[in-house]
């Protein structure tokens, strides 16, 4: 009987619940299913089984699992990608309770996919970018207690979104709707579904008071909190009667009236805070008589009716602080049972009336303080009793009121207050956010109090908050953010909790005084930085370090590193710290307790400074100077390695080339042409030696190339005189070709202008030189940044040098190739010590062979031999004459003056030597040591090399023979019937009057013959230029690379050593052809150029102003380079041209080819403008045809 009674005083919806419940057990009992946890093959799923049901949770899915329990009751598919629910797929679960699919891509969701899950009492879909539901999408659900679609993108509540959720008298249904994007709610959209007694429609965005037709008459919470609601029209015909929690706050409500507020009961909590209203009118809460709580905190109301709060009886907490009250009327508060009356924040001066005169609880705790209030009346404080309390700010009250004995008693803020006890969860809540610290005593069950001095309500942290050390203070009790040092102070953090404003000190030195500390001991000075967020502020040392945000960085273009990681990682913590500028920064990371590491200038522009000193790509090592295992060097820069196939091909081009040139003038080096003297050898060589000397020109320097057939059209001018005799052979000759071959060799072609073959060694040597001067300027010059225009002319350069290491990228190949400078020396040096070996061992077979020709006599072995030692002498001036920069850069360049020392602490405690060259190498190991011993040994060779060649050029050629001009004047007729003698006299012709052509008598000494290369076409009285010119070589090249690196000296002194040797060599004029002087001048004019732009290209210790256009400036660096260098071959092309062109014209205008002629003349009319036409013939040729007619008479 008693249990009857129980069960019969039981709730509706609990006994529902209960029968529901069993029915449920009942019938998964009867199943007695217990079927395998689902195994998806994205993601993870777990199951728990407990006794008859099962629990299944899956994460990270991109599709529903298969095999799930049909006996699940609890199903959690979360986290996953997801993009549709299959609309049978749910209908096998009939015990399923509760259902998870939050945090999926689920756009919309079709119509009838819950239908039939009876049983399904709990649905979320959170987070699932929901943008649109559908009519009918949660039809069938019979027994839906809670509808979570919170944090999804629906915009729009259209009707018959609800329908099919069946409601019944036992019913509680809570839809939560938070954090859409909901704007309009439809009319109608809650009529088709009853009992919904929860609903959260906060932050969403809208305008209007939704309606709310279909609620249930007894609503438990109705949520519009942190929208954009000004409009409360449908407050009032909503059709709800009773609201026990209606929260508006957050939104723009700036009106409320009593017609609409009393339509409608409230009986607990109703907040009104953080809108924009601006009064409070009468009896606006008069049908509201169970009201506990009314917060209108943070509004803007200046003006409160007498009888505003009329009718709430049961009101005991009304939040009024934070507004803009100046005074209240008499019995404001008549008949209200006040705890407690919050006023602070407000803006009262003098407190008159009797506002508290029959109020029915005379011990209220009313709050006052932060007002400025500076008199208060007697009889202000009459109706509170004395256990009453008044808190107010005695530092600005002139005066007290007289008080009796019964009078509440007055407090100073701020003190310790006392707890306001009892409050609900909604309540804690909204004070939480204004200025109170809250604590749970039991459930449902709040104590409150106001923050106390130094400290503020934070409305994300829901508590109260320390202000931050900085320029923030708080002198006040129960405030929502602190107060502001003035300007220039700020408080430390070991004064924290600031309480009044003397806890701000002035800012230390460094900072700008002018401005709000905010967060910090006051920003830094601009170009300062600080170590310490509360510390003083330093000035940049250079311009290494970048100083902004008040820390400082290095820059892009410099270096430094750290020996202790931690510090590093601390340091790389301070600065991220502070960046942060709120009070979220870490308060045990404010200082940085180490010291910055030196900073060095790197060598190129591969640093791009930071934290970390990193480097481009490509780069790495200290001063990110060397390059990575898929790089190699060139012009002083990292360049990505081609393909292993396409490296290969070059490698094994050039070294083919190489090898057969070597081979061809081994092989040719006594294969007679015809029946001159010249051999294969010396063909090969001037033909390499003009395609070397090409090459040289393009890349900048080269004076020298092709200057013999540039020369020709000179020499023919120069000599009118007797072109007259040359005619006269070649027509008369019944030789086809003419080859004359003392030391000159001149090749006479049928019908055609005279081409000469001369110099035979001197023309590569001068061409080679101003090659060598300038690549090994380029990589000498370590700190200018050549343009990348510049690069590929560079790459040329190394083959005139014979430089075989740079050739061809062969580290490309593999890592083992990658030499660096040490090995590069010591590789360098064995080529020059084999290749003169190998060519002494030929010597010493070739001899032993012509020695054992029986069949010869000893005049013609003895001829032989000379030949042969001739041969190899001039073989190894050559090849030491290329090599000789690469060897002495090679040599110079590891010794002890080019290592760079790094020291990266100031106490010079971690140093390490890096050969300057070499980052790779450091200078302190032994390996290094015993290499530059040796190459100190070979110090000899830079300065013994040029002077062994002066002496023996002083000791062999310096003999001049007398100019025979006069002599031979009247012999030139006679010496036409003797092709010797016709030969000997072209090869004197060739020489200027001012010029002495040295004696080549036919039995020459060896040593003689070899050291043509040094001699041959300066003046008799200039024998000595060659070493001269090595010396430029040498100085230009490796000399100045001992002056130091990032040196303008180093430029600089360049550039006038060029300018210097310009002026000599204009002054002295060493070379006697006119021509080759010419292009000889341009081609130092061209090196002194080079070298002035790099005294523009090198970068400049002062900031460069932020107007110039940089673009602009390396596009006019690299025309002006382009321009230069290409200045002398533009000119040697130009003479070829011309040569070329008058050659073929003259050939068509033979009377055997008259249609040749004719298609000539047409062609170059379209391309020349020049007066070589039919009818217009050139004055050169019409003096030859009168020279050729002369000739012919006689």
């Avoid at 659900?141 to 099919?164: A, C, H, M, P, Y």
């Avoid at 395609?691 to 013999?708: A, C, D, E, P």
């Amino acid at each position: 009987m008693a249990r009857s009674l129980e069960i019969e005083s039981m709730e509706p919806w609990k006994l529902f619940g209960i029968l529901l419940c069993c029915d449920v057990m009942v019938a998964m009992a009867a199943t007695g299913a217990h079927a395998p946890c689902p195994r998806p093959a994205v993601g993870t799923c777990t199951c728990v089984q407990t006794g008859s049901y099962t629990n299944v949770k899956c994460l990270g899915l991109d599709e529903f699992p298969l095999d799930v329990p049909i006996n699940t009751t609890s199903l959690t598919i979360n986290n996953g990608a997801i993009r549709f629910v299959p609309r049978d797929y749910l209908q096998q679960f009939k015990y399923l309770q509760t259902l998870y699919l939050d945090y999926n891509p689920l756009k919309t969701i079709k119509p009838l996919t819950f239908a039939n899950l009876s049983s399904l009492m709990n649905l979320h879909i959170l987070g699932c970018k929901l943008e649109d539901i559908r009519e009918g999408t949660f039809e069938g659900l019979r027994s839906l207690g809670i509808l979570d679609l919170r944090e999804n993108k629906i915009r729009v509540l259209r009707k018959g979104v609800f329908k099919g959720i069946v409601g019944n008298e036992f019913q509680r249904l809570a839809i939560t709707l938070q954090l859409n994007s909901i704007s309009k709610v439809e009319k109608g959209v809650f009529e088709d579904v009853a009992g919904i007694t929860k609903l959260d429609l906060s932050e969403n965005k809208l305008v209007s008071f939704p309606d709310l037709q279909g609620l249930a008459e007894n609503v438990e919470n109705l949520n519009l909190h942190n929208n954009l609601i000004y409009d409360l029209t449908q407050l009032g015909s909503m059709g709800v009667k009773t609201i026990t929690q209606l929260d508006l706050s957050y939104n723009k409500i700036r009106t409320i009236t009593s017609k609409r507020f009393n339509a409608v009961n409230i009986r607990r909590t109703l907040n009104l805070a953080n809108n924009e209203i601006t009064s409070i009118p009468e009896g606006f809460l008069e049908n509201s008589p169970r009201l506990n709580e009314l917060f209108l905190h943070q509004n803007k109301i200046q003006h409160i009716h007498q009888h505003a709060f009329r009718g709430m009886n049961n009101l005991q907490g009304l939040y009024l602080f934070k507004n803009k009250i100046k005074s209240l009327y008499d019995e404001t508060f008549s008949g209200l049972v006040l705890s407690n009356l919050f006023l602070h924040s407000n803006i009262f001066v003098n407190l008159t009336g009797t506002p508290f005169k029959g109020i029915k609880n005379a011990a209220a705790n009313v709050y006052l303080f932060a007002n400025g209030v500076a008199h208060m009346s007697n009889d202000f404080l009459s109706g509170l009793a004395k256990k009453a309390s008044v808190a107010v700010d005695c530092k600005t009250l002139l005066d007290l009121p007289h008080l009796g004995i019964e009078s509440p008693q007055i407090v100073c803020a701020p003190y310790h207050l006392s707890w306001v006890v009892g409050q609900k969860h909604e309540v804690a809540m909204a004070l939480r956010k204004s200025g109170f610290r809250c604590e749970m005593r039991y459930v449902d069950d709040w104590d409150c109090i106001l923050c106390s001095a130094g400290t503020y309500g934070d409305e994300e942290k829901e508590n109260c908050v320390t202000c931050s050390a900085g320029g923030f203070y708080q002198d006040d009790m129960g405030q929502s953010k602190c107060k502001e040092c003035n300007m220039g102070t700020f408080v430390h953090p070991n004064n924290t909790p600031a309480t009044s404003p003397t806890s701000c000190q002035a800012c230390p030195q460094g900072t700008n005084s002018g401005d709000k500390a905010m967060y910090r001991a006051c920003s830094c000075l601009p170009n300062f930085y600080r170590l310490d967020r509360f510390g003083r502020c330093s000035p940049c040392p250079d311009k290494s370090l970048k100083c902004e945000d008040d820390y400082a960085i290095l820059v892009s273009g410099y270096y430094w590193k750290w020996t202790n990681q931690s510090k590093r990682v601390q340091y790389d913590s301070f600065i991220l710290n502070l960046l942060v500028k709120n009070s979220t920064f870490q308060t045990g990371v404010t200082a940085f307790s180490g010291s910055l590491p030196a900073r060095f200038k790197c060598p190129r522009d591969s640093c791009l400074g930071g934290l970390d000193s990193t480097c481009k790509e490509g780069y790495q090592g200290p001063l990110c100077a060397i390059c990575k295992s898929d790089y190699f060097d060139r012009m002083n820069r990292c360049i990505h390695c081609p393909s292993k196939l396409r490296a290969s091909f070059q490698i094994l081009g050039v070294t083919v080339a190489f090898v057969l040139v070597l081979l061809a003038v081994l092989w040719g080096d006594k294969k007679k042409i015809d029946h001159s003297r010249r051999t294969v050898a010396d063909v090969i060589l001037s033909c390499f030696k003009i395609v070397v000397g090409f090459y040289q020109v393009l890349t900048k320097i080269n004076r020298k190339l092709i200057s013999r057939i540039g020369n020709i059209d000179v020499y023919r001018r120069r000599t009118r005189s007797r072109t007259r005799i040359y005619k006269s052979i070649i027509k008369s000759s019944e030789y086809g070709r003419i080859k004359i071959d003392t030391t000159w060799s001149a090749t006479f072609e049928y019908t055609s202008n005279p081409v000469y073959y001369l110099n035979r060694h001197s023309d590569s040597a001068r061409q080679e030189r101003n090659a060598l001067v300038m690549a090994g300027m380029y990589s000498a010059f370590t700190n200018i940044q050549w343009p990348s225009s510049v690069v590929w002319m560079q790459k040329t350069l190394h083959y005139i040098q014979l430089n075989i290491l740079e050739i061809a990228p062969i580290s490309c190949l593999t890592e083992i190739l990658a030499f660096d400078a040490l090995q590069q020396f010591a590789l360098v040096l064995s080529i020059n010590v084999i290749v003169m070996a190998l060519f002494l061992v030929y010597l010493g077979l070739r001899i032993r062979v012509i020695q054992k020709k029986s069949a010869w006599d000893q005049a013609k072995k003895y001829e032989n031999v000379a030949g042969t030692k001739s041969s190899c002498i001039r073989n190894i001036c050559v090849f030491l004459f290329a090599t000789y920069p690469t060897t002495c850069t090679k040599i110079i360049q590891i010794l002890p003056p080019n290592c760079v020392q790094l020291c990266f602490e100031s106490t010079h405690a971690h140093c390490t030597s890096f050969l300057r060259s070499d980052y790779s190498v450091q200078c302190h190991t032994h390996a290094y040591i015993s290499y530059w011993r040796v190459a100190a040994g070979w110090l000899v060779y830079p300065i013994g090399f040029p002077m062994v060649i002066l002496i023996l050029v002083w000791k062999y050629i310096r003999q001049p023979q007398v100019n025979r001009g006069q002599n031979n004047q009247g012999t030139e007729q006679d010496s036409l019937n003797d092709p010797q003698e016709l030969g000997q006299l072209i090869a004197n012709e060739r020489v200027r009057a001012n010029a002495i052509c040295y004696a080549q008598p036919r039995a020459e000494p060896s040593v003689r013959s070899g050291l043509t290369l040094f001699y041959e076409n300066y003046k008799p009285e200039c024998w000595y230029w060659e070493a001269v010119e090595m010396g430029r070589k040498l100085i230009l090249t490796s000399g100045l690379a001992l002056i130091g690196e990032h040196s303008r000296t180093q430029v600089g002194l360049g550039a006038i050593i060029s300018a210097l040797f310009a002026i000599m060599y204009v002054y002295l004029r060493p070379i006697a052809d006119q021509f080759e002087n010419i292009l000889q001048t341009i081609a130092l004019m061209a090196i002194f150029l080079n070298l002035s732009i790099g005294v523009m290209l090198k970068t400049p210790d002062d900031e460069v102003s932020a107007v110039i256009n940089h673009q602009n400036d390396d596009v006019g660096v690299s025309v002006m380079l382009i321009f230069i260098n290409t200045a002398v071959i533009g000119i040697v092309v130009v003479a070829c041209l011309r040569i070329i062109i008058k050659h073929v014209y003259r050939w068509c205008k033979t009377e055997d080819r008259p249609g040749c002629a004719d298609c000539w003349g047409f062609c170059l009319s379209l391309v020349l403008p020049c007066r070589l036409g039919s009818n217009h013939t050139s004055r050169d040729y019409q003096y030859n045809i009168s020279l050729l007619d002369d000739a012919r008479t006689r």
